[in-house]
């Protein structure tokens, strides 16, 4: 990756006019209804999918339920992840509510997940801040790759081949990661996240195990915790990975930061229902409290936007922007698969 030194103090004032141009296209305005609608039809499919489990029975169909839900888990963490945003309500306390109990309804840590995505927001892509490329398992850059030991410098060496099979015990995870937040008791609201994730634990294998026998019951979990996990990390990774990386130091005001390190993801409707508006990367960076469905309009100002300031403004298929993930992970870890020149 080349290195970007655009100086900060010579475009200050570049995302005031954007600001300006979105404000008076109303884009900044909420979108109940359109949660309300959203939020009906995932808790009445969610809703659905346990009564076509509890039908079933005792079934290997049940493998099929086990993708829907893992569908549905997705839908639903889109839902946390615009409460934290504050893109449904304006107050903080009804877009708290509605994520705490997505967060309960899917086994995660609302409070753990806002600390750690807004420092995400904050830095995206930056080596030493942004928690997203900080993975033990992954390296980002050349620097990271040639800090790895043992094991983990084995994943990393032959990362890119990894990459989609390591995306399958994200969904594990993120529930580990969320009860680790728990028990290091620096949660704000501890003892109700705590409540969420142990009524989520025992509910979830209540079901499962009252209807299916161990073994299928086992599969199903696995089935169900695999493709949840690929689904978030296929969601998640196309927005980031592969763009600059920045480093301490770096001069980018906020406008190039954000535009520069993210990536967009054409579709179309069908992308933007999968995706949860995630494909709308950089206009959601740039203004993360805007509703998701204006996301879509904010990116023609945007993109336009940025074409007469001279700004690289990158989007491209949904299987394409896998090809640049793959090619930047593979690249990061060329020297580890450089034959050592003996001494």
């Not at 001069?251 to 995706?275: E, P, W």
């Amino acid at each position: 990756m080349t290195s970007l030194q655009t100086p900060e103090t010579s475009h200050g004032s570049d995302f005031a006019e954007l600001s300006r141009l979105i404000k008076d296209a109303g884009l900044l305005r909420r979108r109940r209804r359109y949660y309300a609608i959203r939020i009906g039809l995932n808790l009445t499919a969610f809703g659905g999918g346990w009564v076509a489990f509890a039908y079933l029975g005792d079934s290997w169909w049940q493998l099929f339920l086990a993708a829907f839900f893992a569908m549905m888990f997705g839908q639903l963490s889109f839902i946390g992840h615009d409460a934290g945003h504050k893109q449904i309500f304006r107050g903080r306390r009804a877009n708290d509510l509605t994520g705490f109990v997505h967060g309960g309804l899917t086994g995660l840590s609302y409070g753990w997940w806002i600390g750690t995505h807004a420092r995400h927001h904050a830095n995206p892509n930056h080596e030493d801040e942004d928690p997203d490329v900080d993975i033990a398992a992954l390296a980002f850059s050349k620097a990271q790759s040639s800090r790895k030991r043992g094991f983990l410098r084995w994943v990393a060496k032959y990362q890119a081949f990894l990459f989609f099979p390591l995306l399958l015990l994200e969904g594990l995870n993120l529930h580990v990661s969320s009860v680790k937040a728990v028990l290091r008791k620096d949660l704000r609201r501890r003892k109700l996240e705590s409540a969420l994730l142990l009524a989520h634990l025992v509910a979830y294998l209540a079901a499962v195990f009252i209807v299916l026998s161990p073994l299928t019951g086992i599969i199903f979990i696995l089935a169900h915790q695999f493709l949840w996990g690929l689904y978030m990390g296929c969601s998640f990774a196309p927005n980031h990975k592969g763009m600059e990386m920045l480093a301490t130091g770096h001069r980018l005001d906020f406008l190039r930061k954000q535009v520069l390190t993210s990536r967009n993801i054409r579709g179309g409707r069908i992308v933007d229902f999968a995706l949860g508006g995630l494909n709308y990367q950089i206009e959601h960076h740039l203004f993360p409290s805007m509703a998701r469905p204006n996301l879509k309009h904010a990116q023609v100002i945007v993109s336009e936007f940025c074409a007469r300031r001279g700004i690289s403004y990158a989007q491209c298929g949904w299987a394409r922007s896998y090809g640049y993930v793959l090619q930047h992970l593979h690249e990061a870890s060329e020297q580890l698969r450089k034959p050592r020149v003996a001494a």
